[in-house]
């Protein structure tokens, strides 16, 4: 019966106590197992000489177990950092307005910078969320060029400084002709070049001929799509489309806010950010219309993830269950395998060993190379996480850290505990093999 | 306590129900060297080991001494040749990654640990006495047959048993190593008036034992 402190209590105890006690839990079974098998015996050097004879087949489930193992843990963590990846690029984003559509559309357009065709919102629109008293920040994000590569957002200077804090290099563009580039973008300050009209393999790369940009600064990373990008003013982005430039006459050659809405030629979606928490609810709320759509990235991010959280735990499931189905052919080899020790079994029991110590000689062999894949798993595994991280940060921008944490580490332990139990099973065919027909094999 | 081997009417079969050995009556005596022969396939090891207690038999009683080993479960027999009985068999069976007196002290690993230090020191001492104390922390893979067939001597003794079973202990070894392992198992087994049984087809064995019985189509002829 559980007291009644107890969830008091355990709910009290850090993080990390839980983690570890829940560690020591799952191993436990194989930890006391171990002990009771081989209470009082000494086997391992008889282990070790049956483990070397027949070193690469050994060798050889070892590494079955750590692949199973590997690919288990890898895909754990690959998952969490991918997730983590994505939160971490959608944080600066608190509330996009767009013109109404699918918000998952939208976010993977604007956050993640996956362009579609949008209508764009007019200059009233801008001017609405501009001016509101709770707004600290109100960016045009009109995206819809590239060069190579790399998308060409128009934005403001303010929006550049919220996304990535102070300039890595160089200094913020201040002219409708200069660029500032994401951390990966492979230009050099001073570097010049003619945006394309479109992305990917509709870019019209003579649709803007005459337009020339340079690069005059580089942000710090961001660990996300915007690392590729290349930020300009707004004003560029309508100048290279024959578009007005944002502000009357009376304003001239102005770079960035406050825009006329007479002269605004519309923006595909606009970074919102209040100063208050709340004030970012009460924003959603106001321009949520029929003309406008506002929704917090993160939101609809924590939906999706919510969607693959399912898909999460299907997936740990299957790792589970696959690393059964392999360690129970890893046993079933083993169950073979120990033919291959029969004669030095049968010599045990002629000798007068008692069963229960060949019992010990054949789980704690069994229980070596489960052990041994296993810790290998995590080594396999932690290789594994590394190169898929880096692969998946190369092709998407998203700074996917992933890394192994309790979650894997339960994982093999509860696997450990699991499998070396089922290694009792050949241990005890051991014992039912007729040792005068095994001494005379 | 003496250890005379009776055999009363023993009938070992085959899973298959056919009679593989048949003893009437065998006697030995505490401390008696016996070898046994015959033709191959004639029962020699199979009365070899129902002696050892590795096998159950039909029907029949056998016992060393008080010990009526044909009763016994097998855990009880085995426990009965952990202290009583030393095993040598034809190629040795030995552990070939261990040293050699890990193999001669192998008993010490099972053994109850008041008893382990007397296990490794009757060890050591067995592998000096057979000529073998300088070998005793290489493996025996690098062993020649006479020298592997000696820590198997060595292991057999480990334990001090009152009783030694061979099985064609020189079949393996060359004419000069099969002679001294004939001098080492008739000398050790007269030094310390052990019981010795050696299964054999080596003339040269037989004439250092007390006496040998031919076992012919299951029948020892006493």
Do not use: C
Not at chain 1, 220 to 230: E, N, Q, V, Y
Not at chain 2, 154 to 183: F, G, K, Q, Y
Request: charged residues 20%; glycine residues 8%.
């Amino acid at each position: 019966m559980v007291p009644e402190f107890w969830p008091e209590f355990w709910y009290g105890l850090p993080v990390f106590v839980q983690d570890a006690a829940w560690f020591v839990l799952l191993l436990l079974p194989a930890l006391v197992t171990g002990l009771v098998v081989v209470w009082s015996f000494r086997p391992f050097s008889l282990v070790w000489a049956m483990i070397w004879r027949y070193r690469w087949t050994n060798a050889l489930f070892v590494l079955l177990i750590a692949i199973s193992v590997g690919l288990g843990v890898g895909l754990i963590a690959q998952e969490r950092g991918i997730r983590q990846g994505t939160a971490r690029a959608a944080e600066k984003f608190d509330l996009v307005v767009t013109a109404p559509g699918s918000e998952v559309q939208m976010m993977l357009a604007t956050v993640y910078l996956q362009p579609v065709d949008v209508p764009l919102l007019d200059g009233k629109t801008y001017d609405a969320i501009a001016s509101n008293e709770n707004v600290a920040l109100a960016a045009p994000i009109a995206y819809g060029d590239s060069f190579h590569e790399s998308s060409v957002i128009g934005t403001t200077a303010a929006f550049v400084t919220h996304l990535s804090g102070d300039l890595a290099e160089g200094r913020m563009f201040a002219a409708v002709d200069e660029a500032v580039v994401g951390a990966r973008v492979p230009l050099d300050i001073g570097a010049t070049f003619t945006p394309a009209h479109g992305v990917g393999d509709a870019a019209e790369e003579g649709a803007h001929e005459g337009a020339l940009l340079r690069v005059v600064g580089r942000m710090a990373p961001t660990g996300s799509p915007w690392d590729r990008a290349i930020l300009v003013p707004v004003e560029s982005v309508w100048k290279v489309h024959g578009l007005p430039l944002g502000h009357g006459p009376e304003r001239e050659g102005q770079i960035g806010p406050p825009f006329d809405p007479d002269y605004f030629p519309g923006t595909p979606a606009i970074l919102v950010r209040a100063d208050q928490l709340w004030a970012n609810y009460a924003l959603r709320s106001e321009f949520t219309t029929d003309r406008t759509m506002a929704f917090f990235p993160g939101a609809v991010l924590s939906q999706l993830h919510g969607l693959l959280g399912d898909v999460r735990q299907v997936m740990s499931v299957m790792a589970v269950v696959t690393q059964v189905l392999v360690t129970l052919g890893v046993l079933a080899g083993l169950a073979v395998l120990i033919r291959l020790y029969a004669r030095r079994l049968a010599l045990l029991r002629a000798l007068g060993a008692p069963d229960r110590f060949v019992f010990a000689v054949v789980w704690t062999y069994a229980a070596t190379l489960i052990f041994t894949g296993a810790i290998l798993g995590i080594v396999v595994g932690m290789a594994a996480v590394g190169i898929i991280s880096k692969i998946v940060t190369a092709r998407t921008d998203i700074l996917v850290e992933a890394t192994l944490a309790w979650p894997e580490f339960h994982l093999v332990a509860g696997f450990v505990s699991l499998t070396v139990l089922m290694a009792l099973t050949p241990a005890f065919m051991a014992l039912s093999r007729d040792v005068i027909t095994d001494l005379r094999s | 306590m003496s250890l005379d081997l009776q055999v009363r009417d023993l009938v070992v079969r085959s899973r298959e129900g056919r009679d593989l050995l048949t003893v009437a009556r065998l006697d030995v005596p505490a401390g008696s060297k016996i070898g046994i022969r015959g033709p191959s396939g004639a029962g020699k090891s199979t009365l070899l080991f129902a002696i050892a207690g590795l096998l159950k038999p039909a029907s029949g009683d056998v016992s060393w001494g008080e010990h009526r080993i044909s009763d016994m479960r097998a855990a009880e027999r085995a426990r009965f040749r952990r202290e009583n009985v030393g095993l040598v068999f034809q190629d040795f069976l030995l552990f070939e990654e261990l040293s050699s007196l890990g193999n001669a002290a192998i008993a010490a690993r099972y053994a109850k640990a008041s008893t382990r230090r007397s296990i490794v020191a009757s060890a050591r001492a067995g592998l000096a006495r057979l000529g073998l104390e300088s070998l005793g922390g290489r493996r025996v893979d690098s062993f020649s047959g006479g020298e592997r067939q000696r820590v198997a001597v060595a292991r057999a003794l480990a334990n001090d048993p009152a009783i030694i079973l061979a099985d064609e202990p020189t079949a393996s070894l060359d004419r000069a190593s099969a002679d001294r392992m004939v001098d080492d198992l008739a000398s050790l087994a007269s030094e310390s008036g052990r019981t010795l049984v050696a299964v054999s087809h080596d003339p040269a064995l037989h004439e250092r034992m007390d006496w040998v019985i031919d076992v012919v189509d299951g029948r020892p002829l006493v």
